[in-house]
């Protein structure tokens, strides 16, 4: 990994310097500029960052739990391999367990609140998908637009079970390309105009085919 590649952290960055720094090295492994079974060495990255190892000892902890990098003892963190084939069908079969049912008692249960929120997440999307930085802004907001979801069904535990899986992180290291897929802001405005509705069996069907038709995309990677 060529560590001027990363960028430097602006003085206006530290006053959320440990969140600053899992953000660029977050960004960095998700598309590629840290490749995949990167060594990671973090007396380089502190002096790369100009901070103490504390800060990024705890990034590194971090991109541990999301899956992103792996410690191994008495040689420091390498970054992960990216999913293989199976990893990725087996991914793929919890979210259709776990989020078609959700959209459908998000359907039931949203607030007005939810549903201004899903909404935003839709205009933000559209105006995002032809920017320069389209990847950054919408990868995040395909996050956000998930986790709203859950929160809208009123479900804890299914919510917690999605975020652990962290599935979003590998699906989108996976597929990175630099743009993001059109096709995807409009398989989200249909989920969340079968939730703003109220209509659970159209919720349903809706994050199904998304869900669906996101697992041809990816797979076409090892194609």
Sequence with gaps: MAMDQL???GQSARVMLGDEIYG???QAIMDGTIPPDARLNAGELARRFDVSPTPIREALARLESDGLV???PLKGYRTTDLLSRDELVDLFELRLLLEPGGAAR???RRSQEDIDVL????DLARTAVDEDDAYAVLSRHDVRLHDR???AARNETLRLAYA????HLHTFRLAYTG?????????HAAIVGAIAAGDPDAAEGAMRRHIEQSQRRLLRVFD
């Design 119 to 122: 909404r935003g997440e839709i």
């Design 164 to 167: 652990r899986a962290h599935c």
């Design 106 to 108: 998000a359907a039931q």
């Design 7 to 9: 960028p430097a952290l």
């Design 149 to 151: 979801v859950f929160v």
């Design 24 to 26: 660029l090295l977050q």
């Design 70 to 72: 792996d410690k191994h």
């Design 179 to 187: 743009s993001y897929v059109p096709d995807t802001v409009r398989e």
